[in-house]
C-alpha cells in the first residue's frame, strides 16, 4: 500500500461524524495522555464521562473518543436535555494505583475548554478520582457528596427500558419469570441484576471476571456462563452491560433471544449493518444510548440541583422514550436505532433556530 493511502486524514474523520472540536493534551512526566472529543453544543455543553483505557495505539483512543462523544448528542438528543456531546478518554492501565496526578492533569485539560465540555465517570473511572479532576476544574460531575455513582440510575433505566420492550414484544411489561442474559457484572450490570431479580426475573450472567460473577451467583440466584458462552443460551432478553461492538458478524446469528436491552455503550459494531440485522430477524432492539442515558441524567441532575428522586424519575422516562421509537420504527418500517437517530437528529434541527454552538 502506497504511503497516501495509509495516511490518517483526521479532518475528514472528524468531518463525516460533523465533530466540532478534539483536544489531544500530553503530560509525559505523570503518564497522562489524554484525548477529548466534541461532537455538536446546539444544545448546551458538552457533556459525557472520562474513559480510562489501554489502547492498541493512539488512532483507536481517538476514534474511541470520536464515536463516544457523538453517542453522547443523541443520547442529550433524545432525552429531553439541554446540553451538547462530548466524551474523553485516558490512554493508559486503570488498574495503576497511583492516580492523583494523572486525573489533575486531565483537570486541566477539561479547564482549558472553560465550560464548553463537562466531564465525570465512566469506564476505569469513579468519583474518588473526579475529586482529583475537581482540584483543577469546576467543569466536572459525579462527585462524592453529589450526585456520585451514576450506576444505580443507568441500570434503574435500563430496567425500566427492559419493561418498555417486554411490554412491546409480549403485551404485558412484568419481567416476573422471563430470562435475562445480563453480559458484564460492573456497577451497572450488578444493580441491573438486582432491579431484575426483585420483579422475579431468572437471571444468567457473564464477566470476565469471577469474583464479580460469584457476587451475582450468590446475591441473587443466578446461573452463570462462561463470556462467549453467553450469546448462545436461549432466553427472552440479551442484556449487554460491558464494552460495545458485541452485536458483530460472529454474534448476531448466535443470539437466542427476542429483545436485545442492555447497558453498554455502541452495542452495534456496525450500526448500518447490525441495526437492520437485528431488525430482519425480528429481534426488537433498544437502542443503548437510548436505553442507558440514566447516568447521564444522573449527572444532568447535579448540575440542575435536582434531587435523586428526580432524576431517578426522569431516567423512569426512559420506557415512554422507547416506546414513541418503537411506534416510529413500526409506522416507518425501519430499524428501532435508526427511528432513535431521526428523533434525536429532529430535536437538534429544531435547536438550531435558537443557537449553533455553546459558547461559555
Excluded at 462524592?144 to 444505580?152: I, M
Excluded at 432491579?195 to 457476587?215: F, M, S
Amino acid at each position: 500500500m502506497a504511503e497516501s493511502e495509509k495516511r490518517w486524514d483526521i479532518f475528514e474523520v472528524m468531518s463525516e461524524g460533523c465533530h466540532e472540536q478534539l483536544v489531544i493534551w500530553n503530560e509525559p512526566e505523570v503518564g497522562y495522555r489524554g484525548i477529548i472529543a466534541i461532537h455538536d453544543t446546539t444544545m448546551g455543553p458538552a457533556l459525557g464521562g472520562t474513559r480510562f483505557w489501554n489502547y492498541a495505539s493512539d488512532r483507536e483512543a481517538v476514534v474511541d473518543a470520536l464515536r463516544l462523544a457523538r453517542g453522547m448528542t443523541y443520547k442529550a438528543a433524545i432525552t429531553g436535555l439541554n446540553l451538547g456531546g462530548g466524551k474523553s478518554v485516558i490512554w493508559g492501565d486503570n488498574r495503576t494505583k497511583d492516580r492523583e496526578m494523572i486525573f489533575r492533569a486531565h483537570g486541566r485539560a477539561v479547564e482549558s475548554l472553560q465550560g464548553r465540555y463537562i466531564t465525570a465517570e465512566d469506564v476505569g473511572t469513579s468519583p474518588d478520582d473526579m475529586e482529583f479532576v475537581s482540584m483543577e476544574t469546576a467543569h466536572v460531575a459525579g462527585l462524592v457528596g453529589r450526585s456520585g455513582d451514576p450506576s444505580p440510575v443507568t441500570a434503574y433505566g435500563v430496567y425500566r427500558g427492559i419493561k418498555a420492550c417486554a411490554a412491546v414484544e409480549y403485551g404485558n411489561e412484568s419481567l416476573a419469570g422471563r430470562h435475562v442474559l445480563v453480559q458484564g457484572l460492573g456497577h451497572v450490570g450488578y444493580y441491573l441484576c438486582e432491579d431484575l431479580a426483585q420483579e422475579g426475573a431468572k437471571l444468567t450472567v457473564t464477566d470476565i471476571d469471577p469474583e464479580r460473577v460469584q457476587r451475582v451467583v450468590e446475591a441473587f440466584g443466578a446461573d452463570a456462563v462462561a463470556p462467549d458462552a453467553i450469546y448462545d443460551v436461549e432466553a427472552d432478553v440479551f442484556a449487554p452491560c460491558a464494552m460495545g461492538a458485541v452485536i458483530n458478524d460472529d454474534t448476531i446469528d448466535r443470539l437466542q433471544v427476542d429483545i436485545v436491552a442492555g447497558g453498554a455503550n455502541n452495542q452495534l459494531a456496525r450500526g448500518s449493518v447490525h441495526g437492520p440485522g437485528l431488525h430482519e430477524r425480528g429481534v426488537l432492539y433498544a437502542p443503548d444510548y437510548v436505553i442507558n442515558a440514566g447516568g447521564l441524567i444522573n449527572v444532568y441532575g447535579e448540575l440542575e440541583g435536582w434531587s435523586m428522586e428526580r432524576s431517578k424519575r426522569k431516567a423512569g422516562d426512559i420506557y415512554n422514550t422507547l416506546l414513541r421509537i418503537f411506534d416510529l420504527a413500526k409506522s416507518e418500517r425501519i430499524p428501532t436505532d435508526t427511528a432513535a437517530n431521526h428523533l434525536a437528529e429532529q430535536r437538534l434541527r429544531e435547536a438550531r433556530h435558537l443557537q449553533r454552538t455553546y459558547l461559555p
